[in-house]
């Protein structure tokens, strides 16, 4: 049960933005939202992660609808390294202090030069 | 070191044979996760440690495959018994809560293959 739907890939063009999105319509109220990338052979990388309100850092940009039904995040000048799979997942507490983040199949972002 | 270490980095095994699987994780921290990645897959959640509580195991597939944390630091899953299908990638992560916030620190995993 990923709860999480990404598009499968995605294309951009270096120095460009890139925008990806993420649906996850059955995020509970207290359901945090993380991305983590995960470039070939090495385990993945956390970049970012809000409940609601919009998340800025030095790697990206964390835009979450008012609905939390979905997100989108934001590379603001790609470059070639920026390639990788990029994660959309779902925090779940299970109990006091636990927690389950469930990862879905991901995006592969290529980025071209 | 400073990051979650894995080993043995790869492990070729034959199939029937018991194969270990190690996870040094970050100093201090309380949780640790394992999970797997089938090739072009997502990840799949197995199992969980916080602290002194009882581990979640409810994403082990079979009862192969076990865990166990000593002293709250070092973790070894073990699979009895290999199949083919174990054949994946086996990442390890730690994570220290602090004040409700969690972030997962990745390993660089074991490449498991069973022939």
């Known amino acids: 049960d990923a709860k999480t739907t990404q598009p499968t890939s995605m294309d951009c063009a270096e120095g460009r933005a890139a925008n990806l999105p993420c649906n996850h319509s059955?995020?509970?109220?207290?359901?945090?939202v993380y991305w983590y990338r995960q470039i070939h052979s090495q385990g993945p990388q956390y970049i970012i992660h809000?409940?609601?309100n919009n998340e800025t850092n030095e790697m990206a940009s964390l835009i979450i609808t008012e609905d939390r039904k979905s997100s989108t995040l934001i590379l603001p000048h790609a470059t070639l390294r920026d390639t990788a799979v990029y994660y959309c997942?779902?925090?779940?507490?299970?109990?006091?202090?636990?927690?389950?983040?469930?990862f879905g199949s991901g995006t592969k972002l290529n980025v071209k030069p | 070191g400073a990051g979650v270490s894995q080993s043995p980095s790869n492990k070729v095994t034959e199939k029937g044979k018991d194969v270990e699987l190690r996870c040094d994780p970050i100093?201090?921290?309380?949780?640790l996760y394992w999970y797997r990645q089938s090739l072009g897959q997502g990840l799949e959640f197995l199992i969980y440690?916080?602290?002194?509580?009882?581990?979640?195991k409810s994403g082990l597939p079979s009862d192969r495959f076990s865990a166990e944390r000593t002293g709250g630091s070092v973790s070894t899953l073990t699979i009895q018994r290999t199949q083919q299908e174990d054949s994946a990638v086996y990442l390890c992560?730690?994570?220290?809560?602090?004040?409700?916030?969690?972030?997962?620190?990745f390993g660089s995993g074991t490449q498991l293959s069973v022939l």
């Open positions: 100093s201090g921290h309380t949780a």
């Open positions: 440690f916080q602290g002194n509580s009882a581990p979640d």
């Open positions: 992560a730690s994570s220290l809560i602090w004040d409700g916030d969690e972030k997962l620190f």
């Open positions: 997942i779902v925090r779940v507490a299970s109990g006091y202090n636990f927690n389950k983040f469930y």
């Open positions: 809000g409940l609601k």
């Open positions: 059955t995020i509970s109220g207290n359901e945090y």
